[in-house]
């Protein structure tokens, strides 16, 4: 089946710097990729949805010059959290959509962000 | 906008036996699709199963199964044969038939006594 590899699996950084995620899809060209985010015990929260080579499109509330998101080419998708605060720390996951089929979402195994 | 609610924040059941997680949703559509997911310890997102909203049969994945009913706008999961690996959180999920993105209903945490 479908695989969706993200990387790190968890991160530790210091407030002030940025880190960068990526997604990738093995073996399949995913033309949508979409980035949530889930705090403990809660459900996911879609921050945004990227399309290969078009800029991504941001949920309500979610800030563009934070959160920056590059879907550069059919099998990569990465999410860069900018100047990261500690309430950034959070659980972020990755799904991608494989062509114009709706057989399901392929998700990542997610990245647990720590910001100190 | 479509919305998802499961009104059970939490279920449990002994193991063997069976179970029915609760999904209502909201939606204008007449065509869509909804999913349920597992969301184990480890926190990977794991199709359970999926039904297309224009086919009237329920889908069926080994102990897994829905009760889809268009009408009531009502998506409910069972699982028979409750095993201790079934414990985890579960979303029920609706897409629209472009398929833009996934809505999360918030979720059923499953547990599975001995």
């Known amino acids: 089946g479908a695989v969706v590899s993200q990387h790190p699996s968890w991160v530790i950084c210091k407030s002030g710097t940025s880190v960068k995620i990526e997604c990738r899809s093995l073996?399949?060209?995913?033309?949508?990729m979409f980035w949530y985010r889930q705090f403990p015990k809660q459900s996911l929260m879609l921050m945004a949805t990227s399309n290969e080579g078009s800029k991504a499109t941001y949920e309500q509330g979610v800030e563009k010059d934070k959160f920056l998101i590059n879907h550069a080419s059919l099998t990569l998708s990465t999410l860069t959290v900018t100047s990261a605060h500690p309430e950034d720390s959070s659980f972020y996951i990755c799904?991608?959509?494989?062509?114009?089929?709706?057989?399901?979402?392929?998700f990542g195994s997610g990245t647990r962000l720590t910001v100190v | 906008a479509q919305t998802v609610t499961q009104s059970q924040p939490e279920m449990s059941v002994q193991e063997a036996e069976t179970v029915t997680l609760s999904c209502t949703y909201d939606?204008?559509?007449?065509?869509?699709?909804l999913f349920w997911y597992k969301q184990p310890p480890s926190r990977q997102m794991i199709l359970v199963i999926r039904q297309e909203a224009y086919k009237q049969q329920n889908a069926t994945e080994n102990r897994f199964s829905v009760n889809f009913q268009k009408a009531a706008k009502s998506f409910s999961l069972k699982i028979s044969d409750s095993q201790l690996g079934d414990a985890a959180m579960y979303f029920c999920a609706y897409s629209d038939p472009t398929a833009s993105k996934l809505t999360f209903g918030t979720g059923t945490r499953l547990q599975v006594t001995l």
């Open positions: 939606t204008s559509e007449s065509d869509y699709y």
């Open positions: 799904s991608a959509k494989e062509g114009l089929r709706n057989y399901g979402y392929t």
């Open positions: 073996d399949f060209q995913a033309t949508t």
